[in-house]
């Protein structure tokens, strides 16, 4: 602790350039940190999801209506224990960005269907008094500053209200959640509100939310249930939570990939752009390294001080990158619907910012420390 700070001097010597490189050692871990946490979140929210939820969909299209009648077979089907009917009714509050996530379900079969789910004290009765009624994550509720009793107009994405306009939804209560995949950043609305004011669909669900008795079985239970629909005019594709979600990043693509080959370019080229800065802050001051010789200083002391500077600089800079994207991670849930893993981000982040500074800093510090004391003072 001693030579801090004679080490801290060395940073700063030139306060310009270490200021416009802290920042492109900031952008580069600021860019580190949201990728290889949304890498990491994607992963995590796979491994949480649920294998005793399955969803069935239109073997056509997701978005295609499936007709009511179909949940009462699916009923019948063995280790079903309870299958809820649910209209898509992505919406907006007033003019924000963010679409409001929120579903059309009979509130007392969703909730029993998701026990890690809990509503607050009245609010299903309030549901069942209320047509327009809404349970709301308190997420969401604290987001937009809502509180039990208010009105909340929604413009519906999907469907266009009989009545015209807006959907007035009247909030009676909300709900706590114990369940990572479905958080509390959701609204649920009465499934006859939506399904009956609606211009077109009538009768029809989005897709049907089935939770079965047995987890190692879903496979089996999706077959069976498809199977009832073959060759229907309304043909079903039933997955688990976990298949759906594994399925989804396919789709995308080998996205870890993808990000790490940007990442890699990007440390490539800061690499070089620290390196070529290290070496040139050494050039500037070989007459200082040999005064500190004379003074002293061994071969491997002026190694350890120069890449003192090293780390100490880029784990500051890379620190602080990261933290700025930590902060970003709280949105994550919000606008991608998954949250961010924090902690091992911030763990590889900083091993980063060490290995970035020891490639960089070891020609530098090799440099000094092979300097003969005699040709610096001479100006060789």
Known sequence: MKYLPLVWAGI????????????????????????????????????????????????????EPLPLSQGDQIR?????????????????????AAPIRAFAVDAPTFFAAYPSLKPGQGALEAMKRNRAGAIVGQQMMSMHGWKVGDRVPLKSLLWANRAGGAWPVDIVGTYATEDKTFGANAMLVNFDYVDQGRTNGQGTASFYMVRIADPTRASAISERIDALFANSPHETKTASERQMAQEQIKQIGDIGFVINSIVAAVFFALLFSVGAVMLQAIRERTPELAVLKTLGFTDQGVLALILSESVLFCVIAGGLGLLLASMLFPLARTYIGFGIQTGPVMLIGLGFAVLLALLSGAPPAIRGMRLQVVDALAGR
């Open 76 to 96: 019948r089907v063995n280790g079903v224990t309870a299958v809820v009917p649910t209209i898509l009714f992505q919406s907006r509050y007033r003019d924000e």
């Open 12 to 63: 700063w010597r030139r306060r310009g350039r270490a200021i416009l490189t802290l920042l492109s050692i900031m952008n580069a871990f600021l860019l580190l940190g949201v990728l290889q946490g949304f890498t990491s979140g994607l992963k995590h929210a796979v491994a949480e999801s649920r294998a005793d939820m399955l969803y069935t969909f239109a073997k056509l299209s997701q978005i």
